[in-house]
């Protein structure tokens, strides 16, 4: 690999991929239109610690803008591409379709265009466990075609960009790693997910909102383990090929309360709602493809993935 080019990197996951690669001394060339979906101060801390390795570059550009983008690529003649780059959210994606369809597929199409003008070796595309709404079959296989009945704009849009990426493996024969990743959590995660709202609420004494009966189960992915797998993906082309990342055990809504009563020592207070539309009862990840073709091994259980993020937390997002 000579050099990556990272989408999204400003964002939770796009940090710590390249932080992984930067650490292994391979250049990045980092993509982020730092936009305000969460505080744009948490992405600039992401950004400060990639700027402490000399092989890290940044741009600040959105994905959809061609003229851009030909610029990037022209100067820096990147070998592959990690996209990680969209707007995430199920709920939100409900509310501002339009938003989500300009950056998640539009956004896609350009850069796989950039990425077959400029002869790119392999290119990870990431796209979401949510492809798989509420599939019967249990535990997720990426053959699933539940993937063709999505319950939500998000979801749509992740699934539209599977299927153009396809397109471009078909006419131009880009190899193209396709990521399911099954909600990642850890240090410097998102403040719109659980795992953060959860442990902050926890120490403001203030309520959670709790959707539903409590019965729905997720399959929560330790950063770290996530990362081993994803860089896999980028340094090994396939042709094309969809891979679920996921932790393959899952944790109820109400487990996972209690889990972060353990380990803040104190009781939630809990406000209830019903379901949202457009949420999902269940994501179970079948992650014996990644484990034969990119050595996937997560090792880290929900509880102890939780303990690092707390200390995490405590140390870089108390009080804020
Ligand atoms: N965190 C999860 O559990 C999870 C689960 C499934 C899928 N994903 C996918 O993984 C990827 C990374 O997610 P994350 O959790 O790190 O989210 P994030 O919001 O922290 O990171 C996404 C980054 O992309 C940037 N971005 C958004 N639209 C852009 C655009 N048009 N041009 C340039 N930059 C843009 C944002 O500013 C942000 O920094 C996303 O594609 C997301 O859909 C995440």
Sequence with gaps: ???????????????????ALLKRKIEVIGLDNLNDYYPVRFKEENLHRLETFPGFTFHKLDISNLDGLDEVFRRHRPSHIAHLAAR???R??????????QANIHGTLALLEKARLYNIENFVLTSSSSVYGNSQQI???EDDSATDRPI???????KATEVIAHTYH?????NINVIRPFTVYGPAG????????????????????????????????YIDDFVAGFINAIERPLGYEIF??????????????????QITGRKLLIDNYPAQPGDVDLTNADISRARNYLSYAPQTSFPEGMEKFYRWFLEHRQNQ
Excluded: C
């Design 1 to 19: 690999m000579k050099n990556v080019l990272v989408t999204g990197v400003a964002g939770f996951i796009g940090s710590h991929v390249a932080q």
């Design 88 to 90: 995430a959210g199920v």
């Design 92 to 101: 939100p994606s409900i509310a501002e379709p339009f938003l989500y369809e």
């Design 139 to 141: 535990p997720f296989r």
């Design 152 to 158: 939500s704009p998000y979801a749509a849009t992740k």
């Design 170 to 174: 078909h006419l131009y024969g880009l």
């Design 190 to 221: 998102r403040p719109d997910m659980a795992p953060w709202l959860f442990i902050d609420a926890a120490l403001k004494r203030q309520a959670i909102k709790k959707f539903g009966g409590g019965e729905t189960r997720r399959d929560y992915t």
């Design 244 to 261: 679920n990342l996921g932790n393959s055990a899952t944790v109820s809504l109400n487990e996972f309360i209690t889990i972060v009563e």
